[in-house]
């Protein structure tokens, strides 16, 4: 058990649709990362937020958005859902957010766009 | 742009036989490298990690050398096991902590 909770662990929605991911991150962490995997382009770094900042930005689309709150649990929204926005979403933590510091990763979100 | 490019699977082998997941980056400066795995259905957990050139990481008897001079940082064990079939990914460590991954490499191992 990696201390990160992610919930829901599927969601199942249609295109158009908006969503919320939640994400808790192990305790003590004050970084938390959100990531996509999906089959075609693998494992995409979308966004970092230490402490209730964002800190780094990846390859996130403006439909997406998210935000860490004050007692470090973040959300990931997802708006106008494509089908091709189907794919697993992890959340991972770290202690100190800095390159020596590892990443601790959540069993994932499902999401399914039909 | 940093990026990781790793070899890739399935790779299928046999119990005890001797395993190698190449792994090669890109970088500017000197990035800590990592291995993570994945089991079905789980996260990925940390396997290893190199934080400097020529360092050793290992864990659960996986092995790998931070080459500076080929840019790479291949995994290695020496006898697998069924229980360590999933998948491997590498990955280098950004500025700001968050982590570069390659594609990811599908080991089986059957009995």
């Known amino acids: 058990d990696s201390g990160v909770t992610q919930t829901p662990k599927h969601l199942i929605t249609a295109t158009g649709q908006r969503v919320t991911l939640r994400c808790s991150p192990r305790s003590g962490d004050l970084s938390v990362y959100w990531y996509q995997q999906s089959l075609d382009q693998g494992l995409q770094f979308l966004i970092q937020y230490y402490n209730g900042e964002e800190r780094a930005k990846g390859n996130i689309l403006e439909r997406f958005s998210a935000q860490q709150f004050p007692d470090l649990h973040s959300e990931l929204n997802l708006s106008s859902l494509e089908l091709g926005d189907s794919a697993l979403y992890f959340c991972a933590s770290s202690a100190t957010g800095t390159d020596n510091s590892p990443l601790h990763f959540g069993n994932g979100t499902r999401l399914t766009v039909t | 742009g940093n990026s990781v490019t790793q070899m890739e699977g399935p790779v299928t082998l046999s119990e005890e036989a001797f395993l190698t997941i190449n792994c090669t980056y890109t970088?500017?400066?000197?990035?800590?490298l990592f291995w993570y795995v994945q089991y079905p259905g789980e996260g990925l957990q940390l396997l290893l990690k190199a934080t400097k050139a020529d360092d050793k990481g290992s864990n659960k008897g996986f092995e790998a050398t931070y080459r500076k001079e080929t840019t790479s940082f291949h995994l290695e064990k020496g006898s697998v096991q069924v229980s360590d079939s999933a998948v491997y990914f590498c990955?280098?460590?950004?500025?700001?902590?968050?982590?570069?991954f390659g594609k990811g490499t599908k080991l089986s191992v059957k009995p």
């Open positions: 970088a500017t400066g000197y990035p800590s």
């Open positions: 990955a280098l460590g950004g500025s700001q902590g968050n982590l570069i």
